[in-house]
């Protein structure tokens, strides 16, 4: 096995970053659980349930496959054991106690493949920068993936997928590109519980742009702080923009076009881009000793962009707590938004069950 997760290890090894380190051993079990309500107040233009769906302009886009469950409530359990730790990566053993149940958009049988994993757990070999990582044990699941998908591959899926796009897949591939959005939808908190690991250890607060005014629709505005207390790490984001009617989607329990809680896209890149989510306007720390404050208030051109409406604000609240043993305790994402009289939130939550 050893070797296994050398090879592993090497074949995905990255540049170097500023991570803490962790015990190998090390035994988390985690809750992850994913809500969202949408509240109208007899408003007649406000009777149907309507979901909020981040675009690639918003500061949480990041999280978006997180944003895509439509189920009113969600919840999954855990455990992750750190097999391996080294400046080439990580090596995770993923156990899932209990599937996050999400409806299937591309007609995968989803059950047998559950089946699969609770009789395997999964082999994660993560980058340095645990931006992307490998299955080591794909070994175990090849024979039973393959007897499935010998009965058909949904043409929806294999065209959503990055090897069907190149050339045609070998079988073999699109087994391991099933797993993985398998792995996705039975876990969506696992991107959360691995990336919050590569954040960097720093005394630091970012703002960028300023607090919502009314005075234009491409107002955003971000304040994120970092802090390092008693061996423990905290970060908390308050971040404020605008978004538009376009982004909700109506939301019909009988409907055939439900999405699952994570894109088919995210099976050859999960991450989560934590410096994107205050828009990579991070600078570097002045001086180790002190908190480095970094501040752009640049003036926006509000011509054509009055705000209308079809416009509503968005407030976002994470909260990030991660231990000295490097994992995380808690992580929190809440988003709020006024729609007249009605209003949308969305609530993720991951919480270490053994802490």
């Known amino acids: 096995m050893s070797i296994w997760l050398g090879l592993c290890l090497l074949l995905i090894s990255l540049p170097t970053s500023a991570q803490n380190a962790i015990e190998i051993g090390d035994e988390i079990t985690y809750e992850f659980s994913n809500s969202w309500s949408y509240s109208a107040k007899g408003d007649s233009t406000d009777n149907e349930v309507r979901i909020f769906q981040p675009t690639q302009q918003q500061l949480i886009y990041p999280y978006a496959p997180l944003y895509k469950s439509t189920p009113d409530s969600v919840y999954s359990s855990f455990t992750l054991t750190a097999l391996n730790s080294?400046?080439?990566?990580?090596?995770?053993?993923?156990?899932?106690?209990?599937?996050?149940?999400?409806?299937?958009?591309?007609?995968?049988?989803?059950?047998?493949?559950?089946?699969?994993?609770?009789?395997?757990?999964?082999?994660?070999?993560?980058?340095?920068?645990?931006?992307?990582?490998?299955?080591?044990?794909m070994h175990d699941f090849y024979p039973s993936l393959d007897k499935i998908l010998q009965h058909g591959i949904p043409h929806e899926f294999l065209l959503q997928t990055d090897d069907y796009k190149l050339s045609q897949p070998s079988l073999n591939m699109v087994s391991l590109n099933v797993l993985k959005y398998a792995i996705n939808a039975f876990c969506p908190g696992l991107s959360l519980a691995i990336m919050a690991q590569s954040i960097p250890w720093q005394d630091k607060v970012t703002i960028t742009g300023k607090p919502l005014d009314g005075s234009s629709r491409t107002m955003s505005y971000c304040n994120t702080t970092d802090k390092v207390s008693d061996e423990n790490f905290y970060r908390d984001i308050k971040s404020e923009e605008y978004v538009s009617d376009y982004m909700f989607n109506y939301?019909?329990?009988?409907?055939?076009?439900?999405?699952?809680?994570?894109?088919?896209?995210?099976?050859?890149?999960?991450?989560?881009?934590?410096?994107?989510?205050?828009?990579?306007?991070?600078?570097?720390?002045?001086?180790?000793?002190?908190?480095?404050?970094?501040?752009?208030?640049?003036?926006?051109?509000?011509?054509?962009?009055?705000?209308?409406?079809?416009?509503?604000?968005?407030?976002?609240?994470?909260?990030?707590?991660?231990?000295?043993?490097?994992?995380?305790a808690e992580y929190n994402i809440t988003s709020t938004i006024k729609l007249g009289t009605a209003l949308w939130e969305r609530r993720i939550r991951l919480r270490r069950k053994n802490n």
Do not use: W
Request: glycine content about 2%; proline content about 3%.
């Open 86 to 137: 080294s400046t080439y990566g990580r090596v995770f053993r993923l156990h899932i106690n209990q599937p996050c149940c999400t409806l299937n958009r591309y007609g995968i049988p989803l059950d047998s493949i559950l089946q699969i994993i609770m009789e395997h757990d999964v082999i994660l070999a993560y980058s340095s920068l645990l931006d992307q990582y490998i299955i080591c044990n």
């Open 251 to 328: 939301v019909n329990e009988n409907s055939e076009e439900e999405i699952d809680s994570v894109e088919v896209d995210s099976i050859s890149d999960d991450s989560i881009d934590y410096e994107a989510v205050c828009d990579s306007a991070i600078a570097e720390v002045a001086d180790d000793d002190t908190d480095s404050v970094v501040i752009d208030t640049t003036e926006i051109d509000n011509d054509c962009d009055s705000l209308t409406e079809d416009f509503h604000p968005l407030y976002n609240k994470i909260k990030i707590h991660i231990t000295p043993d490097g994992f995380v």
